[in-house]
């Protein structure tokens, strides 16, 4: 319980109605259906709807006062009004929780593709180096040895809070997290202290959740400009929007790289041969870590995942686990038995051909998994595609002109493509637009399309196809979901061959 008068001065108070000098507030909360009977309501504009609607249902749920941007007379409880209610709950939830960030090691992790991957891999290395270690990222929330389905890849900032105040009382000492844009731009993340923040990469994936690229950008781009002095700042110098926030922080700057030399960090010697990468990472320019100081040189690193994606992932990885005083043995021996994500690359089937499923979202993530093709050896390659449904033909247009790019490089001129109309929900079904978008693209470029409706059918036709030495590509992020399961079911009958759409 907490005096109400105290909590406040944490936040930008600009009016009151009816306000009262000894209240206690036994709790915050920003959802009417879970107020508790002396809790501080919080109305936050800016979902759907506007939790000011919902005042009247916390007071008689037992709300004792409110923190609100406009005052409602009618409703009796003391008001208390702020510039902005989502600020101002970021900043009371670390009050109340006797600012839980500044106790961890915070280590924050934005990217278009990757986040999930790398913030893993990182609690993996810190767990391998014998760390009680906390997560928070799109799958699950992971205090400890406890775990919760997470709701969002950034909880709100209350929930957040209330996680890393539990991180504290189980001696959880660091914490990996991915940080999403829109955590970023809602505020859920303004009063997080982080140690460590890392930028991957970025490509047009959530432009229709920020209105323009440039304001996604802007939004990832706060991570790393609001770095304090003290904390440092890892960057990939290969994509050109993190590379250009080098000189816009004031945290300590740590870059890596495939193709750039100019870094702190360079990987060469790139092995993708099987599709898993071997590599050597060459320290070029000195830094310090946890109780460490790094001086030029190197060392091997094997991943057990596969894919180009994952050696940019491990990059990011490698250089925070460094900065956390991690031995290299302990990084090599973390990576090497890593076991990776869900549908990033997955190898799913390995036997007489190779079976890859890739959550293949927009042209960043298109574009590292084929280039990751290039590297492979292997005889054909039979490229099953679910064209996106409900995200319009821009989207789509994009995508399809991001594949015949790559088709084109690794000489392929057949796509099977499927609307996988029986597994998608409606938010996510093709529509005719869609389909003709990808369909045109694909004439233009004089790639053949073998279309089907169903899903199964498109994977049972690649399948008939597939021969010794093969590579099959499940590619796709809704409309392939189910993807991997039907293959290995598939494979478990003979496999007839199915009539496409044209």
């Known amino acids: 319980m907490t005096r109400l008068q105290e909590l406040l001065q944490a936040t930008a108070v ?61 409703i009796a409880i003391p008001q ?43 609690n993996a290395i810190l767990e391998q180096h014998g760390l009680k270690t906390g997560l928070i990222g799109t799958v699950v929330i992971k205090i400890d040895d406890v775990k919760i389905p997470s709701e969002l890849t950034t909880p709100e900032s209350l929930d957040l809070q209330s996680y890393l105040k539990q991180m504290v009382d189980r001696d959880v000492t ?16 303004e009063t997080v202290g982080y140690d460590i923040v890392c930028f991957n990469n970025l490509s047009r994936e959530h432009i229709d959740s920020h209105g323009t690229f440039e304001k996604y950008f802007e939004a990832k781009a706060s991570l790393i400009r609001g770095a ?54 060459e320290i070029i320019k000195p830094f310090k870590g946890d109780g460490v100081e790094y001086t030029p040189g190197e060392f091997r690193v094997e991943l057990r995942i596969p894919g180009l994606h994952s050696v940019y992932n491990s990059m990011a990885a490698i250089a925070i686990a460094l900065l956390c ?5 302990t990084i090599q021996e973390a990576l090497r038995t ?68 790559w088709m084109n490089r690794l000489e392929m001129h057949e796509i099977i493509a499927t609307r996988s109309a029986s597994h998608v929900n409606k938010n996510n079904t093709v529509s005719d637009e869609e389909t003709d978008v990808f369909l045109e693209v694909m004439n233009e470029a004089g790639i053949e399309v073998k279309l089907y ?28 979901d189910p993807g991997a399961e039907i293959a290995l079911e598939l494979l478990k009958e003979p496999v007839s061959k199915q009539g496409a759409e044209g």
């Open 228 to 281: 304090s002095e003290h904390s440092s700042a890892v960057l990939n110098l290969d994509n050109e929007h993190a590379a250009s926030l080098v000189g816009q922080t004031r945290a300590n700057v740590i870059t890596y790289g495939l193709k750039s030399t100019e870094g702190t960090l360079h990987c060469k010697d790139l092995d993708l041969s099987t599709g898993r990468a071997k590599f050597t990472v």
């Open 325 to 329: 005083g991690v031995p290299v043995a």
């Open 174 to 189: 660091h914490v990996s997290m991915e940080v999403s844009s829109a955590a970023l731009e809602s505020h859920r993340v």
């Open 453 to 480: 409706r169903e899903l199964p059918d498109a994977i049972a036709h690649a399948l008939s196809k597939a021969g010794r030495g093969d590579l099959i590509l499940l590619a796709g992020c809704q409309g392939m």
């Open 14 to 74: 600009v009016g009151s109605f009816r306000p009262e000098e000894n209240l206690e507030a036994t709790g915050i909360s920003y959802h009417s259906q879970k107020v508790s009977p002396g809790d501080l309501f919080v109305c936050i504009t800016g979902y759907s709807t506007d939790g000011h609607k919902y005042l009247p249902d916390a007071v008689k749920s037992g709300a004792a006062a409110a923190i609100v941007e406009r005052i409602q007379e009618d």
């Open 80 to 122: 208390y009004v702020v510039p902005n209610s989502r600020i101002a709950m970021a900043q009371l939830a670390d009050a109340f929780y006797s600012h839980p960030s500044s106790k961890l090691k915070m280590i924050g992790i934005t990217a278009t593709n990757g986040k999930t991957t790398t913030t893993y891999m990182t």
């Open 338 to 405: 890593f076991g990776g994500v869900e549908r990033r690359f997955e190898f799913i089937h390995e036997d007489e051909f190779i079976i890859v499923d890739d959550h293949f979202a927009n042209p960043g993530n298109i574009d590292v998994t084929l280039e990751t093709l290039r590297y492979m050896d292997y005889e054909q390659c039979h490229f099953v595609y679910a064209i996106r449904g409900n995200r319009g033909p821009i989207i789509n247009r994009e995508n399809a002109e991001a594949i015949v790019k």
